[in-house]
């Protein structure tokens, strides 16, 4: 049974830092595509930053020099590094497989509980 953890969110003001984290158990990241999504108010779900299972990263234009993506195969670990937070940035944050791990029958979506950022001042 696949299970994806995030933690690391919170309240921070605007220019502040966050690590985001995500244990995953029951899939090995090391040979999966992972990234990191984010779902703001009132919006969808949408792919904020990927790392490959060679290690290459690939991140949407607005997180761009902000955001760093990385990944400890031997942790079983995800991470999303965010620096110069803006109020945009607000949202809850999923880790997951590129595309989205799919399990049971019929076949959904398997997702974390996420981590909730807020910038705020």
């Known amino acids: 049974q696949v299970q994806l953890v995030e933690s690391g969110g919170d309240l921070v003001q605007p220019g502040g830092s966050l690590r985001l984290s995500c244990a995953a158990s029951g899939i090995s990241i090391g040979v999966n595509d992972m990234a990191w999504y984010r779902q703001a108010p009132r919006k969808q779900r949408a792919l904020v930053a990927v790392i490959s299972s060679r290690g290459s990263t690939i991140y949407v234009d607005s997180v761009k020099g902000r955001f760093t993506i990385s990944r400890d195969n031997a942790n079983n670990a995800v991470y999303l590094q965010m620096n110069s937070l803006k109020p945009e940035d607000t949202a809850v944050y999923y880790c997951?497989?590129?595309?989205?791990?799919?399990?049971?029958?019929?076949?959904?979506?398997?997702w974390g509980q996420g981590t909730q950022v807020t910038v705020s001042s």
């Open positions: 997951n497989t590129v595309p989205p791990f799919k399990a049971g029958s019929p076949e959904s979506d398997v």
